[in-house]
């Protein structure tokens, strides 16, 4: 039994490899989002927070998301690369309950 668990577990791990590969381009970008997270305070992340309200995001950042939205392969990718380390500091941070 255990044998059949570390076949599928290798092959879930080379899917989501090969995915990751597809994306270069949302891998570092993903990569730039988890450093900022892991990198910056509660106080930065709560401010930053506050002062972005009600003001548009910057063109990159816009693109970034309509690339994300049009895209459901790279979309999935990129929130299973990011959703861990982000949900974890801001649940450090009082930012989730």
Same mark, same amino acid.
């Given at each position: 039994?255990?044998?059949?668990?570390?076949?599928?577990?290798?092959?879930?791990?080379?899917?989501?490899?090969?995915? !990751?590969? *597809? @994306? +270069?381009?949302?891998?570092?970008?993903?990569?730039?989002?988890?450093?900022? !997270?892991?990198?910056?305070?509660? #106080?930065?992340?709560?401010?930053?927070?506050?002062?972005? *309200?009600?003001?548009?995001?910057?063109?990159?950042? *816009?693109?970034?998301?309509?690339?994300?939205?049009?895209? +459901? #392969?790279?979309? *999935?990718? @990129? @929130?299973?690369?990011?959703?861990? +380390?982000?949900?974890?500091?801001? @649940?450090?941070?009082?930012?989730?309950?």
């Amino acid at each position: 039994m255990s044998k059949k668990i570390f076949l599928l577990a290798v092959a879930a791990l080379a899917t989501a490899g090969l995915t !990751y590969a *597809q @994306f +270069p381009i949302m891998e570092r970008v993903a990569d730039k989002v988890i450093q900022k !997270y892991q990198t910056s305070s509660c #106080q930065q992340l709560w401010a930053e927070k506050a002062q972005g *309200q009600g003001k548009p995001k910057p063109e990159m950042e *816009q693109r970034a998301i309509q690339a994300l939205k049009n895209d +459901p #392969q790279m979309r *999935q990718a @990129f @929130f299973n690369k990011v959703a861990g +380390p982000i949900v974890n500091k801001m @649940f450090e941070c009082g930012m989730v309950p």
